[in-house]
Structure formats: C-alpha cells, structure tokens
C-alpha cells in the first residue's frame, strides 16, 4: 500500500517517483538517513522510532484525520490531496474451507483479544490501533479497497514482483 499512496502522492503532485523495491521499510528508510534515498514511503510505526530522534521528518500522514501518534504532522487531504486518504489496516485470515463455526470462534477470540489493554498497548508501540471487525465488515473492505485500487495497479502495470 505505500507504494500506491506514493503513487497517488506523485501523480497529484507532479512528482515521478522512481520505486525502487526493499526488503522492508526499515532497510529503506536507514537508507533514506544516510542519503542514498531521497523519501520513503511506508506505515507510520516504521518511523516513529526515527521521529522521535529527528531522524526523519515525515511530510504526511494518509489517514482521514490526524494520527495520535504524530498529531503535528499533517494528512495529504489537509495539504489539498483530497484524494489521498488511506487507513492502513491488518487482518486475520483463515483457509477457505474453514468451518463458519472455527471462523465465528476465532473471530470473536480476535476482537476480544484486540480490545483487551496489553493488545491496545503493544500495537500502539509500533504505530498501529486496535479497530476490531467482523468476517463480514472484513470482506467489505476488501471489496471496497480491491475496487479503489485497481484502476490504479492496472495503469502503472504493478505487479506482486513489482
């Protein structure tokens, strides 16, 4: 998902962004640090370790609002991306054939562990909240996230080797 945030960041700004594929944001962003990248891309948590140094300066965040963890920074939409606004998330997933019965249990495992304070904590260390959903509001995001972002993938020919 970065890369097409920053694809959408480029193409709004008249910027051509060159990707240049890493194994992991922080390989990417230590070389952003010592000047052989010129930005990066990547989920708030990565950089907030680099943040609270003075590392990096983050430019934007992609949410809908402000995020908690860097409430100074502002999003693309309030600079007049009105388009880029993009919520990263996580998601449990099982093999299809599972039983709706393991799948209704471990759901509810989820979103109880997800709501308990130590989960809410540990998540927050690395930039993420805990935003607990059902197996149905799940399959709704991704239809609605395959819908956004294929046009785009279709355009600039990304692919899983990309």
Request: aromatic share 10%; charged share 20%.
């Given at each position: 998902?970065?890369?097409?945030?920053?694809?959408?960041?480029?193409?709004?700004?008249?910027?051509d962004?060159?990707?240049?594929?890493?194994?992991?944001?922080?390989?990417?962003?230590?070389?952003?640090?010592?000047?052989?990248?010129?930005?990066?891309?990547?989920p708030l948590?990565?950089?907030?370790?680099?943040?609270?140094?003075?590392?990096?300066?983050?430019?934007?965040?992609?949410?809908?609002?402000?995020?908690?963890?860097a409430?100074?920074?502002?999003?693309?939409?309030?600079?007049?991306?009105?388009?880029?606004?993009?919520?990263?998330?996580?998601?449990?997933?099982l093999?299809?054939k599972?039983?709706?019965?393991?799948?209704?249990?471990?759901?509810?495992a989820?979103?109880?562990?997800?709501?308990?304070?130590?989960?809410?904590d540990?998540?927050?260390?690395?930039?993420?909240?805990?935003?607990?959903?059902?197996?149905?509001?799940?399959?709704?995001l991704?239809k609605?996230?395959?819908?956004?972002?294929?046009?785009?993938?279709?355009?600039i020919?990304?692919?899983?080797?990309?």
């Amino acid at each position: 998902m970065p890369h097409f945030v920053a694809e959408l960041f480029g193409r709004a700004a008249g910027i051509d962004f060159k990707h240049v594929p890493y194994r992991g944001t922080q390989p990417a962003i230590v070389d952003m640090m010592g000047g052989q990248l010129a930005s990066v891309s990547g989920p708030l948590g990565e950089f907030l370790q680099h943040l609270s140094t003075g590392k990096v300066r983050l430019l934007a965040t992609s949410g809908p609002a402000r995020s908690k963890f860097a409430p100074n920074v502002s999003t693309y939409a309030e600079q007049g991306f009105k388009d880029i606004v993009f919520d990263e998330w996580f998601a449990f997933y099982l093999p299809a054939k599972a039983s709706p019965e393991v799948v209704n249990r471990l759901s509810a495992a989820i979103r109880t562990a997800l709501s308990s304070p130590e989960v809410v904590d540990a998540l927050a260390q690395m930039g993420l909240e805990a935003k607990p959903s059902t197996p149905v509001e799940l399959a709704a995001l991704l239809k609605r996230d395959t819908d956004r972002w294929a046009p785009l993938i279709k355009t600039i020919g990304f692919t899983a080797d990309s």
